[in-house]
């Protein structure tokens, strides 16, 4: 079942703008990861914040997670064209169980 | 890092046919795989999870006599769309697990169904 829920759907921006994916979710979770995609590719894993962890960086990735809201942020900082492609978040709810649950994705596209 | 395969990359099929998509874990083993279905412009959405050497478990929806999944040994995994259509079209990607919390995946199947 889609659990995560991602906005904006789309987002345009022109490079060396950041860029903000918020993404939210219904049920507890043990892990969040989100994972980029470029068209009619397989997934590329970006990062994985835990559920007692509040904020992770990763290079020019900034990722937020909110467990009171349900929500999670993905900050991609001094976007590049290269940058363009969908981003999608999923979680898992642990105890033993290790299938993730996709949310819709934002589609990004970064504009030189 | 984990490297997945999946082939064929891509297949066209005619409509009745059933086709067959291979996922191997290159260096690591997986008791459990994943896979997902992606329609066009949509996100990923969980089909079936196999053990190695059990039955796989289907989500709602999937019929299990017409995604035959077998997960015969801990590096090999088939996907097998039986009596294709063009509804099956999609992009099918597996996702081998291999340690607690490190899911991997492939680079994904583009199935076209004529």
């Known amino acids: 079942s889609q659990q995560g829920e991602e906005d904006p759907q789309a987002l345009s921006i022109q490079e060396g703008e950041n860029a903000t994916m918020n993404c939210s979710y219904k049920?507890?979770?043990?892990?969040l990861q989100w994972y980029r995609q470029n068209s009619g590719r397989g997934l590329v894993h970006l990062i994985l914040?835990?559920?007692?962890?509040r904020e992770k960086h990763s290079g020019r990735l900034r990722v937020t997670l909110d467990t009171s809201k349900k929500s999670s942020s993905l900050l991609i900082t001094a976007s590049r064209a290269a940058d363009t492609a969908s981003y999608f978040c999923?979680?898992?709810?642990?105890?033993?169980?290790?299938?993730?649950?996709f949310g819709k994705g934002t589609k990004l596209s970064v504009i030189p | 890092g984990a490297v997945v395969s999946q082939h064929p990359s891509w297949v066209i099929c005619k409509s009745g046919t059933s086709v067959k998509i291979e996922c191997r874990s290159l260096?690591?083993?997986?008791?459990?795989m994943f896979w997902y279905r992606q329609f066009p412009k949509q996100s990923l959405m969980l089909m079936a999870t196999?053990?190695?050497?059990?039955?796989?478990?289907?989500e709602q929806g999937v019929e299990k006599d017409k995604f035959l999944i077998n997960h015969a040994s801990l590096t090999l995994s088939t996907l097998t769309v039986t009596s294709a259509h063009p509804e099956d079209s999609s992009f099918y990607i597996c996702?081998?697990?291999?340690?607690?919390?490190?899911?991997?995946f492939g680079p994904g199947t583009r199935l076209t169904v004529t």
């Open positions: 999923a979680t898992d709810e642990g105890a033993g169980s290790y299938q993730l649950t």
């Open positions: 260096d690591f083993q997986a008791t459990t």
């Open positions: 049920t507890s979770i043990n892990n």
């Open positions: 914040i835990r559920s007692n962890e």
């Open positions: 996702s081998p697990l291999r340690a607690a919390g490190e899911q991997y």
């Open positions: 196999s053990n190695e050497g059990s039955k796989a478990t289907y």
